[in-house]
Structures are given as structure tokens and as C-alpha cells.
């Protein structure tokens, strides 16, 4: 399923964007900017057909998380077009930098960092690199949009706007790249959130098919993005006194800047406690938990669904599409902030803080 397609109906100042970049030496960075259903991913499938053809060496940077074309879902992925496509999905991976979530507000240092790498990454082998985003350019989206523009220094950054709405976006981002603004297509049609739930839903599906359960040992794979296993280890005593006093199943908890626990209740009436010095993580909430597998590089070689802890031997047993390579390739597994299931079913966002 796929939310843009390549169109016939192109607005006729498509056109003239065309022109500019032909004219423009090479290699050049290419960013677009709109909001939520304002045409962005159809542009940049007529962009990169139309460059194709014209004989460029095409590179695209897929960072929008929430709708994103290229699988998988909550990472941000390079790929190299070889030939004209009908939907941006159809484009092959070269690689990823894992975000964890399809709601980026939280992680807008990782969405910048990710853009600027993979665009790196694909400089000098591509005369035009395009980068597709958020429709997020409201609050921190702004930001989002400028820390992209900040790092990546987009020789070009195309703005799809209605009717001004875009003008304090525009003027942030002017002084970092220059801005293009195109008109959103009439054609362009909103989809609810509904809708995007179930795009989302065949992408995770796809993804995860056929997929096997690995067994991860995280004495070898540093887990990050968590509190979780830093500092020293609580041991028998403080875990069963925590369990008395809070009348809680206590898995692990670690003393570092302050005492984090994972626990589940026990029917028991919860009692009050200081939140800072004390975080608990309820064991459900690492179920079906989103992890990236990462390599020395920082690049996700790609995704698992965090099915069993045993905090005892530090293992993991993850569902995972990814090969015996790539598992042994992967230096850290990262945690996300999003728990779905394998079928599509989004469980549930976390906040970054949660873990
Ligand atoms: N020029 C066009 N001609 C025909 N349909 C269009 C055109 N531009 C956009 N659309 C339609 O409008 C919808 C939204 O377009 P698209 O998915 O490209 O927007 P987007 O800005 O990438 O959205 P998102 O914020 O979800 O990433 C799609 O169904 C797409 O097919
Ligand atoms: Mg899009």
C-alpha cells in the first residue's frame, strides 16, 4: 500500500525546479519541506524519475519516519534509484540510521544526526541527493527542520506551501539554504489518521514477514537508548526490599544517577514515591518493545520486536527479519519507543524518558 505514486498530473512549476537544478553544479543537496499531505513524496518521485532520466546519479534520504516509502518504518534510509519507479517503496535500501519511533518530536537531535550521515554517506556517489521529511513543520517540527537544514547545508530546500502558511518556516530555514516554493497540487488529498495507521500497519506487516526469533545476548550487544542496565546492578536485598515496600514483582534494577527498577504490580494499592530518585519501568512496557540492531558505524542493519528479557543472563530473544550477518555485524541493540506487533498492530508510543 502506498500513500504517493508517481503521477502524470504535475503542477507546471515542477518544471522550472527542474531547470534550476540542471543548471546548478553537481553534486548538489536537495531538501523538501510541506505539511502533513502537501505532496512532498510525490514530488520527489517525479524528482528522482525525471533526474534519473535525465542521465544524474540520484540519492535518496527517506526521513519521514511516520509515513515513511522505504521499509522499515522509524528509521531514516538511503537508497540509490538505478531506474524510474512507480512509488518510492520500490527503491532498494543501501542503508539505515535507526530513529525507534514514528513520532520524532523527541528525537529531533537523532532525526538531524541520521539525515546528515546518510547524506553523507551517499556523497560522491551521487551528483543529487533528495532529501524527503516530516510532515511535521509545526513547533519542534520547526526545529526539526532547521537542525536538518543546520547540518546538511541543502543547496536547495523546496517548500510546498497553499497559501503562506509556510512564510515563518521559510524565513527560519533562509539562512542555511536556499528556499524554493512550489504550489501543493489540488490533487493533493488528506488522509486520516485512520488511514495512515493502516498504511503504517502493511509496512510493518511487510517488514516482519517472515521473520524468526533470535536469542541476543546483551553481555556481547550493548543495549542502548535506555537507562535501563547502567549502573551497578541492585542486588538480592535492595530488589526484595523494594518488593515489601511497594508490594511489586522486582525483574532488575541498577543504581546509577538514581535507582531504575523493572517491576509489574501485584494488585497491591501503589504507593507514593519520588519519581526522580526512583524511576520504575513496568515490565509490559518492554514487550513487543521496537529495538534497532546497530553496527560499528551507527548504521541500523535493521529492526526486531523485543519479545523476552532474562535480566539474570543479560539475553534478549527478539523477532527479527535480519540474517545471521547482520546479527553478528551489530555491535548495539538500541531500544525504541514504540511497541507493535508483528501482524501491524501499533501497541503503543513511549516517551523517551520512560526508559
Ligand atoms: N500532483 C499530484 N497529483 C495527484 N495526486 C497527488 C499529487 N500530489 C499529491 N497527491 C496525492 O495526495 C496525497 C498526499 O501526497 P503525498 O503522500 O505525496 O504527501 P506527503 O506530503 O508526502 O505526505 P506525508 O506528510 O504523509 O509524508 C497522496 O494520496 C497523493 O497521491
Ligand atoms: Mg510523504
Same mark, same amino acid.
Given at each position: ?25 553537481? =553534486? ?52 540509490? =534509484? ?10 532498494? =535500501? ?9 513520532? =520524532? ?24 541527493? +533528495? ?47 536556499? +528556499? ?33 526469533? +533470535? ?141
Amino acid at each position: 500500500m502506498n500513500k504517493a505514486t508517481y503521477t502524470v498530473d504535475v503542477p507546471g512549476d515542477r518544471f522550472g525546479v527542474l531547470e534550476i537544478i540542471a543548471e546548478h553544479e553537481k =553534486p548538489l543537496k536537495l531538501m523538501l519541506v510541506g505539511g502533513v499531505d502537501s505532496g512532498k513524496t510525490t514530488l520527489l518521485t517525479f524528482l528522482v524519475n525525471s533526474l534519473v532520466e535525465s542521465g544524474l546519479d540520484v540519492a535518496v534520504v527517506d526521513s519521514d519516519v511516520g509515513q515513511k516509502g522505504i521499509l522499515p518504518p522509524a528509521t531514516i534510509s538511503l537508497a540509490f =534509484p538505478s531506474g524510474k519507479v512507480s512509488a518510492v517503496s520500490e527503491l532498494e =535500501p543501501f542503508a539505515h540510521y535507526f530513529i525507534g519511533t514514528t513520532s =520524532p518530536a523527541q528525537y529531533v537531535g537523532e532525526m538531524a544526526v541520521g539525515v546528515k550521515k546518510l547524506a553523507d554517506l551517499a556523497s560522491g556517489q551521487a551528483d543529487i541527493v +533528495v532529501v524527503d521529511t516530516t510532515g511535521f513543520v509545526t513547533g519542534v517540527g520547526i526545529d526539526m527542520k532547521r537542525l536538518k537544514a543546520e547540518l546538511l547545508r541543502p543547496d536547495f530546500t523546496i517548500v510546498l506551501e497553499r497559501s503562506g502558511e509556510m512564510e515563518s518556516l521559510k524565513r527560519i530555514l533562509s539562512p542555511y539554504t536556499r +528556499v524554493l516554493t512550489l504550489s501543493v497540487s489540488d490533487r493533493a488529498r488528506p488522509h486520516s489518521p485512520e488511514e495512515r495507521r493502516l498504511i503504517r500497519a502493511a509496512k510493518w506487516r511487510e517488514y516482519f514477514s517472515g521473520a524468526g526469533t +533470535v536469542d541476543v545476548d546483551l553481555k556481547e550487544v550493548v543495549p542502548t537508548g535506555t537507562e535501563l542496565f547502567h549502573g551497578s546492578p541492585l542486588g538480592v536485598e535492595a530488589k526484595e526490599l523494594l518488593e515489601s515496600v511497594f508490594g511489586w514483582m522486582v525483574f532488575a534494577g541498577w543504581r546509577g544517577r538514581h535507582y531504575i527498577v523493572v517491576k509489574a504490580d501485584s494488585g497491591k494499592l501503589p504507593r507514593h514515591f519520588n519519581r526522580s530518585a526512583l524511576h520504575a519501568v513496568d515490565f509490559e512496557k518492554l514487550s513487543n518493545l521496537l529495538v534497532g540492531f546497530i553496527d560499528e558505524s551507527g548504521l541500523c542493519r535493521g529492526l526486531g520486536i523485543l519479545k523476552w528479557l532474562n535480566f539474570h543472563e543479560m539475553r534478549a530473544q527478539v523477532l527479527t527479519p535480519l540474517g545471521d550477518e547482520d546479527l553478528s555485524e551489530s555491535v548495539e541493540m538500541r531500544f525504541g519507543r514504540i511497541r507493535v506487533l508483528e501482524n501491524g498492530e501499533e501497541l503503543g508510543l513511549l516517551r523517551r524518558e520512560e526508559l
